[in-house]
């Protein structure tokens, strides 16, 4: 039942949506660190204007930043069944559905949000991702295209779509796709992979080097760059990069023999101690 008021000596319904102002007031707590006061005040809301799907929306928003998925997602599925056809709420409502471990439920929230949304690019990478994450790599592939038919500067998009391609197509096909951003550092380890794929290590190599001027504590890349030394038959420079992070982390121990003994070119070494004093550990 709607709450009311007395005006005037008559009853008068209260308005069904919350004042905006109140509600970025709410927003600028919680951006802030004062998620408890935003929620205590989204509260406060919710009894005067429980039929507002955006002070719901709000709530499960703030929950879902604090960790809180679960409480979030009922948040989220009482906006939702306020307004089933926004398409933020249903985005929302698939992250928490994702964090819960409920991917498929996840993506049918975002396949919603994107039939009320088809032009929100964002949307589509989202389902993409999530697709790629679920193996659907044919509905992954169609978001993925899509998101970069809506907003070609979408790198991330381009970088997911050119793995798919590369698994699929092969790696001219990727290469192809990467082309408009083969420059950029971020697109550099997917060059990086396209190289390796057609069997050019020494091009792998120049690519992991410009992603690491970028990045240069990147243990990854680091460790991907060390392999494509060996693959370039660099064996001296793969071994002095390998000491060089295992100063700096002797954990990694167990990876650098594992690429050692990978690559297809490279040396053996068949007494432990051996390849211990090779890289500077004894």
Sequence with gaps: MRASRRIGGRERAAPRRAPPADLVEAQKRAASGGAA???????????????????????????????????????????????????????????ACHREGKGQRALRHLEDAVRHAPDAAPIRFNLGRLALELGRAAEARRALQATLELEPGHLKARLELARLVLDQDGPAAARSIL???????????????VARAEGRPDEACR????????????????????????EAGRFDDALDLYRRLLTEEQSLYPLVERQLTGASAGRLWLDRKDLERALGLA
């Design 179 to 193: 082309e408009p951003v083969h420059a950029s550092a971020a697109a550099a380890p997917a060059m990086a992979r």
């Design 37 to 95: 006061e935003a929620l205590a005040d989204l509260d406060r809301l919710l009894t005067r204007y429980p039929g507002d799907a955006r002070v719901w929306h709000l709530k499960g928003a703030v929950l879902l930043a604090q960790g809180a998925v679960g409480a979030a997602g009922e948040a989220l599925e009482r906006a939702r069944a306020l307004a089933p056809d926004d398409p933020a709420i249903l985005s929302n409502l698939a992250i």
């Design 207 to 230: 690519h992991l080097e410009a992603a690491l001027r970028a990045d240069p504590r990147n243990v990854p890349l680091r460790l991907d760059l060390g392999f494509c030394l060996q």
